[in-house]
């Protein structure tokens, strides 16, 4: 048994890893588990270029709970070290690779919660133990065994161990302060958040499967069964195969699998699979969505090579699809940085438009080869299709070849399709084109009735943003306005050669005004007594279109 000094400046890593870690203390375990799928994976590459002569067979990890004994195990059966590489990898890199770490971002930077969700590696096991050994044997040949402990201190000792297979077993003497983490379900927990797919089975514990009964046995003879490893994981996740190797119901079965509690099917999804300029694979999945613009978010997770990172996706997916649901998986995020840096890193602008223009084409696909389906999940999705219109110059060029305008009828109109339709009839004095709306079917009922009645075509708009999106529209497209049909009398804004003659004589017509204004009492409205086309409306209130649209682009916030 040798002990010896490791080389840092620093004199006990443990304490500083504690104190910079605080809040993220769980994430020792995927980053052990890490280490342990690497070393299993770097054996199969070994072994399939015949450098290593050994038998990889089914390798798993298992992770083990010792209450008693307040251990946590962490078991693999890769590559393994030797001696030599313990002191390299474990005494000098990874102990230099904490230092550094802990130097870059000791001093407050860890701003924006990504900091700390990589980068710490092998130590910070010292976040949650206070003693850590290490058992490992080499796939080498004649490689012997062994063990290296140490306390967090640069002390550490290292001599052999009796460890008959190849593989390394991490042990953690779990801290008085992290008992958490001496129970299963916490485990279970952390299991099922950072390594649901990663891509080596994991064991934890056994669990009982029931075997079905042999033939000849009784209606009421207990089924047969057998305990089993109880894996945690499905190392091949759906967006890990090819696009063609998969069907409809596999990418259900998958939605499902990222979201157990989510009953309600995803309307369809979008597999990203890139890898030049950058590395991207995942399935992004549109859900239904209701008008409701505080849609929970954070629904997309971020992984990287299968070991998950984080669910907020902020600044790597554009803000619009962050409604969206499902993995994005790409080792080419770079992960110790703040928010502001990464929305300013090119690679990750670059996957960001990746993502929009794939989002983009796939709508497109849709409304092209199946039209009808993608009218009656219009109401479903118009939601993030607005959004994106209003904050992503790039996503509105395309999107505006699909997006769609509904009729209070149910007709659907693509933007030229209506300009082509109404470009006859609805025509101001100035040759611009009136775009007549309704935001509620029932509370302009006689609005509507009126104008449909003049064979104006209006369109039921009732998005929460559909204000910011008419603005948008209006200054990117020549010669359109948008008016709700009860804006104005119709016939002022729509220029008319027959105009209609008041069946209320002058008189009369003054009096109800007169009567009108006072019941009303609010200079924003106008009494309007020029009669309309239907005899159930002899006049109408208006208020005019852009203090309305003020009003409610004040209530929705900013957005164009
Ligand atoms: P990183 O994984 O980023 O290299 P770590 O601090 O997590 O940094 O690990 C340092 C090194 O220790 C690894 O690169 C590897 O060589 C070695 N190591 C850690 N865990 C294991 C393991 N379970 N099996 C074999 N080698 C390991
Ligand atoms: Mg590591």
């Known amino acids: 048994m040798a002990t010896g ?91 230099s690779g904490a230092e550094e770490f802990l130097n870059k971002y000791e001093d407050g930077a860890k701003d924006a919660g990504i900091i700390g969700h990589f980068g710490l590696g092998f130590y910070s096991a010292f976040m949650v133990a206070h003693k850590v050994e290490i058992f490992t044997k080499s796939f080498k040949e004649d490689a012997e065994a062994v063990h290296w402990t140490c306390d967090g201190s640069p002390e550490f000792t290292l001599g052999k161990a009796d460890k008959k297979d190849r593989g390394t077993e991490i042990v953690l003497h779990i801290a008085e302060d992290s008992t958490e983490f001496l129970e299963e379900n916490r485990i279970s927990e952390l299991l099922r958040k950072y390594n649901k797919f990663m891509p080596i089975p994991i064991k934890f514990g056994t669990r009982t499967e029931t075997l079905p009964k042999p033939e000849g046995a009784k209606e009421d003879d207990p089924a047969p069964t057998k305990e089993v490893d109880n894996i945690i994981n499905n190392p091949n996740p759906a967006w890990t195969k090819q696009p063609t190797d998969l069907e409809d119901k596999d990418y259900k079965e998958f939605y499902r699998e990222l979201y157990p509690m989510q ?114 999940k219009w109401n479903d999705i118009k939601i993030v299709i607005e959004y994106g219109m209003l904050s992503e110059e790039k996503f509105f060029e395309k999107a505006d070849k699909f997006a769609l305008y509904p009729t209070v009828d149910g007709d659907y109109f693509t933007f030229e399709e209506l300009q082509e339709k109404i470009k006859d009839k609805q025509t101001d004095k100035d040759d611009k084109l009136v775009i007549l709306y309704a935001s509620d079917k029932e509370a302009q009922h006689s609005y509507i009735e009126a104008a449909k009645a003049k064979g104006y075509e209006v369109l039921l708009l009732d998005s929460p943003i559909i204000s910011h999106l008419m603005q948008k529209l209006e200054t990117s ?41 006072e019941v009303i009492d609010d ?9 309309m086309d239907s005899d159930a409306s002899p006049f109408i209130i208006t208020e005019p279109e852009f203090m309305r649209r003020m009003k409610e682009m004040q209530q929705t916030g900013g957005g164009g």
């Open 5 to 95: 000094k490791i080389n840092v400046s620093v004199d006990n890593i443990f304490p500083l890893i504690k104190k910079f870690l605080y809040s993220d203390h769980e994430i020792f375990l995927r980053e052990l588990i890490s280490n342990a799928t690497d070393a299993t994976l770097k054996l199969k590459h070994l072994t399939s270029i015949g450098e290593a002569k050994v038998d990889y067979g089914n390798p798993i990890i298992e992770v083990k709970v010792d209450k008693e004994g307040k251990k946590l195990h962490i078991i693999d059966q890769g590559i393994g070290m030797t001696q030599d590489e313990v002191e390299k990898y474990i005494n000098e890199v990874a102990f």
């Open 263 to 376: 009953f309600e099917e995803p309307l369809f999804h979008i597999h990203l699979n890139v890898d030049y300029p950058f590395n991207l694979t995942g399935i992004l999945y549109f859900p239904k969505l209701t008008n409701d613009l505080n849609i929970q978010k954070d629904k997309i997770q971020l992984y990287q090579n299968q070991v998950f990172v984080t669910d907020n996706v902020e600044g790597i997916v554009p803000e619009f699809l962050t409604m969206l649901r499902g993995v994005i998986d790409s080792p080419d995020i770079p992960l110790n940085v703040s928010r502001s840096y990464l929305q300013a890193d090119g690679a990750v602008k670059k996957i960001s438009s990746y993502i929009t223009r794939k989002v983009a084409d796939k709508l497109n696909s849709l409304f092209k080869n199946n039209r009808e389906d993608f009218e009656k």
């Open 477 to 517: 497209k020549e010669k359109i306005s948008f008016a709700r049909v009860d804006a104005d009398h119709i016939d002022n804004l729509i220029k008319k050669e027959d105009t209609q003659i008041s069946k209320l004589s002058d008189e009369e017509k003054e009096k109800l005004k007169a009567n009108l204004e």
């Open 523 to 531: 200079k924003n409205y106008t009494v309007q007594l020029e009669a």
